[in-house]
């Protein structure tokens, strides 16, 4: 079984629509993080969250919000879609506590169409 | 603005030959470097990193180069072998531990 999953694994959405991405990890990490990418452009972060109770913006935030339910669960929302945020969703997960904390792993991610 | 860049969108090398990707970065306070390495439909996979405080590491077929004065570092591949055929992303990360990715860099391998 993979280690970080992704639902759905494609989504095809209408405009000013609500979508959420969710992410879950068996990894038992603490730190978790949602990118996109776009051609071009690479990954671009979006939201991280460092415990539960920490949840900091990332480079591109705006038109996105997030809610980490436990250390294991990170969900992505997208409360109205716009066309522009048409793109592949990545998650990623990495652990402070094996000293490791800037090798990420990521899930396989999320491709969403916004018409 | 990109702080990591990948000049070159894509790298065409035949099979046994050296693979040599290119990075360059702009922030100073950047300590940490990664690679990682992705197939279609599969989300990135850590490949190889190096700590500023070195100039080489080196993991089997890659090797990573890091030159700070130039703020440039390379992934060499010897040999390329056709499951290296895939997108490789260069990535710095600085006291935060938050990752800045350049664009990629598309590996052919042809037979």
């Known amino acids: 079984d993979a280690d970080v999953t992704q639902t759905p694994r494609n989504r095809i959405t209408k405009t000013g629509k609500r979508i959420m991405l969710e992410c879950s990890q068996t990894?038992?990490?603490?730190?978790m993080y949602w990118y996109r990418q776009d051609p071009g452009l690479g990954l671009r972060l979006i939201y991280y969250?460092?415990?539960?109770?920490?949840?900091n913006k990332g480079e591109i935030s705006d038109g996105y919000s997030v809610s980490r339910q436990a250390q294991a669960k990170f969900s992505l929302s997208l409360e109205s879609a716009i066309p522009n945020q048409t793109a592949l969703y990545f998650c990623a997960t990495s652990d402070w506590n094996q000293g490791r904390v800037r090798e990420q792993f990521f899930g396989p991610g999320t491709r969403l169409t916004v018409l | 603005d990109q702080q990591v860049k990948q000049n070159s969108p894509s790298l065409s090398v035949q099979e046994g030959r050296i693979s040599i990707l290119n990075c360059d970065y702009t922030n100073s306070m950047f300590d940490y470097f990664l690679w990682y390495k992705k197939y279609p439909a599969e989300g990135p996979t850590f490949l190889i990193s190096?700590?500023?405080?070195?100039d080489k590491n080196e993991d089997g077929r890659f090797t990573v180069f890091l030159n700070k004065s130039a703020k440039h570092l390379s992934l060499h591949i010897v040999p390329s072998q056709p499951g290296d055929s895939a997108v490789y992303f260069c990535?710095?990360?600085?006291?935060?531990?938050?990752?800045?990715f350049g664009a990629g860099t598309t590996v052919t391998v042809r037979a």
């Open positions: 990894k038992g990490h603490d730190r």
């Open positions: 969250s460092f415990d539960v109770k920490d949840i």
């Open positions: 990535a710095a990360s600085a006291g935060d531990y938050k990752l800045s």
């Open positions: 190096i700590s500023s405080i070195k």
